[in-house]
């Protein structure tokens, strides 16, 4: 994955932003930093905050405390349509009474450029964006997929520094998503350009991100790299918000792990990080790293190249999801199983 170097210089810069609807907090004392070339995504639950950051940051929405910094400088003063900024909404927004070709020069034409270069950007960008043979057809003649990629390549045509996302990918059945998760992701390392991209979606944050943001009633939860999020949530709330999480709040078990356990923490195992077996199989090599209880099986749901298992284990339920492969017990409802893990794959989380 591309990581962006830590030297790389801040361009965006939120501090201590807080927006009020009335005495709703949207936005609640907010500082973050994005850092020049990096794809930074804004994760969370509906109404945490998500659209709002973002209509901050592109201007559409003042704050009501705090001041945001873009290059190092305060931009309260600088209206939306002067801060060079890309913008892609869920709803693709085109000109529905214009070609592709026009919708692409628009912006263009707005900033004053001569038709002559005007033409050469179009050209260049629709090749881009794999749209060449598209550029005198109406939007409505266009996929669902057509036309993002035309508002993608509308958001980049003047080669903003910044390009701001809400829910891009949205409005698209699952396979195109992942197919223009793809190309955003090539299309951001070639441009180099600063991104700040709002979804509700977990597998497209892990995807794009250098890192994500995760967002609950308008503050910042946690920040990180998508794998130290998910390998290391902080609290049960971001456990459980990206992936699944077994949440071991007085199991009736003492939890073995190498760390003692930090007050007012649960300790959290991810479903894959736990192993099915029969009861009484032999035990592995590496025993002595693991732990093991015995418990029920509750339901097994076949999900191709995946199985899930519903296990409770005296009082508390585990799921538990393994690769499908050659040779490997299949366990039904009422039987019993050994569940075993490494006991360095236990997590604490903030309860
Ligand atoms: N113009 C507005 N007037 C009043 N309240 C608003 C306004 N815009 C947003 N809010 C409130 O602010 C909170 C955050 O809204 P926001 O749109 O930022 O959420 P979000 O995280 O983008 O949610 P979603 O995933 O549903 O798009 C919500 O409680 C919402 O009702
Ligand atoms: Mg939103």
Request: proline share 13%.
């Given at each position: 994955m591309h990581i962006v170097e830590?030297?790389?210089?801040?361009?965006i810069e939120f501090r201590n932003i807080t927006k009020l609807y009335g005495a709703v907090a949207?936005?609640?004392?907010l500082s973050l930093a994005v850092r020049r070339g990096e794809f930074l995504t804004i994760l969370g639950p509906s109404g945490s905050g998500k659209t709002t950051t973002l209509m901050l940051l592109a201007g559409f929405v003042a704050p009501s405390k705090g001041d945001i910094l873009i290059g190092g400088k305060s931009?309260?003063?600088?209206p939306s349509y002067r801060r060079d900024q890309g913008i892609v909404f869920q709803?693709?927004?085109?000109?529905?009474?214009?070609t592709v070709r026009r919708n692409l020069e628009f912006p263009l034409e707005m900033r004053g450029m001569k038709p002559a270069e005007r033409i050469k950007r179009v050209e260049r960008i629709l090749e881009r964006v794999h749209l060449n043979d598209f550029g005198?057809?109406?939007?409505?003649?266009?996929?669902g997929g057509q036309q993002q990629r035309v508002a993608l390549a509308r958001a980049l045509i003047a080669d903003p520094p910044i390009l701001l996302l809400d829910?891009?990918?949205?409005?698209?059945?699952r396979s195109l998503r992942e197919q223009m998760q793809v190309e955003l992701k090539v299309l951001h390392k070639e441009f180099a350009i600063t991104t700040v991209c709002v979804t509700h979606d977990q597998d497209e944050a892990l995807t794009l991100s250098d890192r994500i943001v995760v967002m609950r009633d308008g503050r910042i939860e946690q920040i990180d790299a998508p794998e130290m999020l998910y390998d290391?949530?902080?609290t049960r709330f971001v456990a459980k918000f990206l992936g699944e999480a077994n949440?071991?709040?007085?199991?009736?078990f003492e939890i073995e792990s190498d760390m003692v356990q930090p007050s007012g923490t649960v300790a959290m195992l991810r479903p894959e990080r736990i192993c099915v077996a029969p009861p009484a199989s032999p035990k592995r090599a590496d025993s002595h790293q693991r732990q093991s209880v015995i418990g029920t099986v509750a339901d097994m749901i076949y999900a191709g190249p995946l199985r899930k298992y519903h296990v409770r284990v005296g009082s508390t339920p585990f799921v538990v999801r393994e690769h499908v492969a050659a040779g490997q017990p299949v366990f039904r409802a009422g039987d019993e199983v050994r569940l075993e893990w490494l006991r360095s794959d236990v997590r604490f989380v903030s309860a």
């Open positions: 830590f030297q790389e210089p801040v361009q949207a936005v609640n004392d931009v309260a003063a600088v709803s693709y927004a085109l000109f529905p009474h214009l005198d057809r109406m939007p409505s003649q266009l996929s829910e891009p990918l949205g409005a698209l059945d290391r949530p902080a949440i071991l709040e007085n199991p009736g």
